[in-house]
């Protein structure tokens, strides 16, 4: 079944309930699917069809929104790329996907002119806003009445690529099917409990998409989706007072800002019961901030499960070193645990024992469920590094490049990316649980394991940049205060007593995008540079 056909149902049954809310204006549910019908008619007539690529450049708003439900009423296939990931990487990704056609604003037409040959095969240019260029074609300003005719599609069709920020390497276009989407949509309902009526404020614009299938209201929020670590708190929080959100989907960094703001300037959010983070590591700090700023009943959940009911102890077996709880894996997700390889692993047959590995042990986090994607667009090298095939059920595990395990309650332990590990001469260090034990230390900001040959190194980020002299703490002879503290606090655990290396770093590399993804890569390569 084609997933637009939410919008059409939801405009029959709640033709005069508001479906949106962007700045100043709001449509209903009737207005968004007349204004997505009058796109599909527009967009069919242009000549996109059932299968089609569209990338689609459109800032947050209606107009998203319409083209979104447009293209899948045809049966076209949207696809989403950050442009924050660099121009070399947009470039390669929109020459990777092949497009039939490009919608976008002005701006982002720019690109066409710079760079013809990734467009070569685009012949839908369509432009949303003034036209700068000839040659190309305007969104239609007149509502239509006509319903559009939705062309039927099946569970496996795909719906959307979606690319990744590309952290490590050039991003890579995620493919989700029809059915993909339906199965996230009736997951959110029965998990969260979301029901028609309640109130989303959607920081990543496809969002919509399931806030219109459960029938809720969106709150589009006046930020850059690309950049929510530079998002503006005031204008979030008066977005959830004035409009009474009750539930919204955030990356730690966006939502670490709003209850920071929230912290300092004793505001409660009464009207939020649920809180969903994904994107990034998420602070046990942004956590504890929540307990403060929103109701008893309000819950909390990450990418992997429920942290609502995360026991203390938990939040201190995490400082301890043991990792980081992120609780109690979904229902509808199956969450194994399986030996450490960089190889393809092509099947997983039923009796194959040889994957798994025991309770308690770390290894690499592996899911299977509904939701989970089959493949990368256009990527057989990495689609066979990251997918293993069930022949069961003609299903697909998903390695998610994490590292971690389950414990004897069954909950799941994040212990850092594998492609992070550190191979010493006697062991595997893993990241989150050493960089735990240096993070205890009073003037440690952050710290980062990196391997430098079969040398484990920590390198600290300081709180107090500006009394401290970088120069000075690198210079001195390795038993100054702070190495030495720090060389104690490692020699009390078993996996951190053989790190003996400690520089002292400036300020980390980062991800543009969530302000929180350490870039390890670029510290391994300065810390073989000082210690050579």
Not at 149 to 176: L, R
Request: aromatic fraction near 10%.
């Amino acid at each position: 079944m084609n997933v637009a056909h939410y919008l059409p149902l939801r405009a029959e049954k709640s033709p005069e309930t508001k479906a949106l809310y962007f700045l100043n204006s709001s449509w209903t549910f009737s207005e968004l699917n007349l204004k997505s019908d009058t796109y599909a008619h527009f967009l069919k007539k242009q000549g996109i069809e059932k299968g089609h690529r569209i990338i689609l450049m459109v800032r947050p708003g209606v107009e998203f929104v319409a083209l979104t439900f447009a293209l899948l009423k045809i049966g076209a296939i949207s696809v989403l790329i950050d442009p924050g990931i660099g121009k070399q990487y947009l470039k390669h990704c929109i020459r990777e996907v092949e497009p039939h056609g490009f919608i976008g604003i002005p701006k982002a037409h720019l690109l066409r002119w710079l760079w013809p040959s990734s467009f070569k095969t685009s012949l839908y240019n369509i432009v949303v806003g003034p036209k700068w260029f000839l040659g190309i074609s305007t969104l239609p300003h007149s509502i239509k009445k006509t319903p559009f005719p939705m062309v039927e599609t099946q569970d496996t069709d795909p719906a959307a690529i979606i690319f990744t920020t590309g952290s490590t390497g050039i991003p890579k276009g995620v493919i989700y099917e029809h059915g993909m989407f339906e199965a996230q949509i009736k997951i959110l309902q029965k998990t969260y409990g979301i029901k028609e009526g309640e109130v989303d404020m959607p920081t990543f614009p496809l969002f919509v998409l399931f806030s219109v299938a459960m029938g809720t209201t969106s709150v589009i929020p006046d930020m850059d989706p690309t950049k929510p670590a530079q998002c503006n708190p005031l204008t979030l929080t008066q977005t959830i007072l004035d409009h009474n959100v009750t539930y919204s989907f955030g990356s730690p960094a966006l939502w670490n800002r709003i209850t920071q703001y929230c912290i300092e300037h004793k505001i409660h959010l009464p009207s939020m019961t649920l809180i969903l983070i994904a994107g990034a590591p998420v602070p046990s700090t942004v956590l504890e901030r929540f307990q403060k700023i929103v109701s008893p009943e309000a819950r909390v959940y990450t990418p992997y499960g429920a942290t609502e009911a995360l026991p203390v102890t938990s939040g201190e077996w995490g400082t301890s070193g043991y990792g980081t709880c992120v609780g109690k894996p979904l229902n509808e997700l199956q969450v194994k645990i399986i030996r450490i390889t960089d190889q393809s692993i092509l099947t997983w047959d039923k009796g194959d024992n040889s994957l798994e590995i025991n309770p308690g042990t770390i290894g690499e986090i592996v899911v299977k469920g509904p939701m989970v994607t089959k493949s990368y667009f256009n990527r057989p090298k990495e689609t066979s590094l990251a997918k293993i095939k069930d022949p069961t059920d003609g299903s697909f595990w998903h390695r998610m490049g994490d590292v971690g395990y389950i414990d004897s309650q069954g909950r799941l332990w994040f212990c850092g990316r594998k492609a992070h590990r550190v191979q010493t001469y006697s062991q595997t260090l893993y990241t989150i649980p050493c960089e735990a034990i240096f993070n205890q230390h009073p003037e440690v900001f952050r710290s980062a394991l990196v391997g430098v040959s079969k040398t484990p190194v920590i390198i600290i980020e300081l709180k107090d940049k500006k009394n401290k002299s970088f120069e000075k703490i690198s210079k001195i002879s390795k038993m100054s205060k702070i190495k030495d503290e720090l060389l104690i606090l490692a020699r009390r655990h078993p996996h951190t007593q053989d790190i003996q290396t400690i520089l002292f770093h400036p300020s980390f590399p980062v991800d543009i995008r969530h302000n929180a993804k350490i870039n390890r890569e670029k510290l391994a390569l300065w810390a073989k540079e000082k210690l050579s």
